[in-house]
């Protein structure tokens, strides 16, 4: 199975300040049909997971445009320009290519300082 | 309105049986691809398994820890799709979410249910 990894594991931000979280990959996720199957996601508190960003770097409808995503291959980043308070919550990223399993990282927990 | 609404969760004794269904609306279910995630408590997230539309062959794929003892099934006619649970351990204790990739790609889960409650204990 593919094992995400992702870095930090937590991480505490001042509102308006920056965010990084890294994810990466056991093997490539780039597919013969040249698209990169990674996703990324937000539990918010008491909250089902959301899909924030699919195959890398497309934004799901809604997702502010502070979220980015970006990379290649096996190592993966997720951005937020400018955090806000209602960013709090656990991030997930996710393969989707070597199927099954679809798997996770193990989360990234993110709190506003 | 879009909606994944996931019942029958409980608390069951370990080596025991637990059904669980997810009733879907506001869109053609028997298109979609499915999939069950679950969440320890405290824990991260954990792929369970992922049947496909029948048009697509209606296949089901499963992850390691519950092959054989879990089952996947789908009632296009009803909407809902199913997770029988048999041989439960104290291990399978989460929160169980169906979801699906509807407006994105298939895999890409941006439709989830709430989440129903499986405890597992004596």
């Known amino acids: 199975d593919i094992v995400m990894t992702q870095t930090p594991l937590s991480l505490s931000v001042t509102p308006g300040q920056p965010a990084s979280i890294s994810c990466k990959s056991s093997q490539s996720l780039l597919h013969s049909d040249g698209k990169t199957y990674l996703y990324w996601y937000l539990q918010k508190p008491g909250q089902s997971p959301q899909l924030l960003i699919y195959?890398?770097?497309s934004r799901f409808s809604g997702v502010p445009d502070r979220f980015s995503g970006s990379g290649s291959g096996t190592d993966f980043t997720l951005k937020i320009s400018r955090v806000e308070a209602e960013d709090v919550g656990v991030y997930y990223c996710?393969?989707?290519?070597?199927?099954?399993?679809?798997?996770f990282g193990q989360g990234t927990k993110l709190e506003i300082k | 309105e879009v909606q994944l609404v996931e019942s029958g969760g409980g608390l069951v004794k370990p080596g025991g049986s637990l059904r669980l269904s997810c009733a879907a609306s506001g869109f053609t279910f028997s298109n979609a691809w499915m999939s069950w995630v679950r969440q320890a408590p405290g824990k991260g997230l954990e792929w369970v398994g992922r049947i496909k539309s029948k048009t697509d062959g209606g296949t089901t794929d499963y992850a390691a820890p519950v092959k054989g003892r879990f089952t996947i099934s789908r009632d296009d006619s009803k909407n809902t799709l199913y997770l029988q649970m048999n041989s439960l351990k104290t291990e399978d204790t989460a929160v169980y979410y169906c979801t699906t990739g509807l407006f994105t790609v298939p895999d890409a889960f941006d439709i989830w249910g709430q989440g129903t409650m499986v405890t597992v204990s004596s």
């Open positions: 195959e890398v770097s």
């Open positions: 996710m393969q989707g290519i070597h199927l099954p399993p679809y798997t």
